[in-house]
């Protein structure tokens, strides 16, 4: 059974950084894709960023592109969030995700990963 757990969520001001970190159980985390979601009250499940198994390709979704820097030390099996410039709309609740077996493209598909870690809280205020 896989096992996703984010830690590093918190209350920053507008224009201040965090890093978020996903613990994945297992011993083939190298093996697929991750991606980094968030949930805010009320709004659907947002992309935010994918890395690939080796950590060569990523991709971002355009309100975060150049704020945030998705990485992954597949020795740790762990997969980080670096967030930069946050603002008010970036708070949510940020969960990781790994990808299905056998997934290909359509990274921003909540339906391409098939497990979910229990999320971590982010608050930026104004």
């Known amino acids: 059974q896989v096992q996703l757990v984010e830690s590093g969520g918190g209350l920053v001001q507008a224009g201040g950084s965090l890093r978020l970190s996903c613990a994945a159980s297992?011993?083939?985390?190298?093996?697929?894709?991750m991606g980094w979601f968030r949930q805010a009250p009320g709004k659907e499940r947002e992309f935010v960023a994918f890395?690939?198994?080796?950590?060569?390709?990523?991709y971002y979704a355009d309100s975060v592109k150049g704020r945030f820097t998705i990485s992954r030390d597949n020795a740790k099996n762990g997969v980080y969030l670096q967030m930069n410039s946050l603002n008010p709309e970036d708070t949510a609740v940020y969960h990781c995700?790994?990808?299905?077996?056998?997934?290909?493209?359509?990274?921003?598909?909540?339906?391409?990963?098939?497990?979910w870690g229990q999320g971590t809280q982010v608050t930026v205020s104004s």
């Open positions: 890395i690939s198994r080796s950590g060569g390709s990523t």
């Open positions: 297992g011993r083939t985390f190298s093996n697929y894709g």
């Open positions: 995700a790994r990808r299905r077996q056998g997934a290909s493209g359509n990274y921003p598909l909540p339906s391409t990963y098939a497990y």
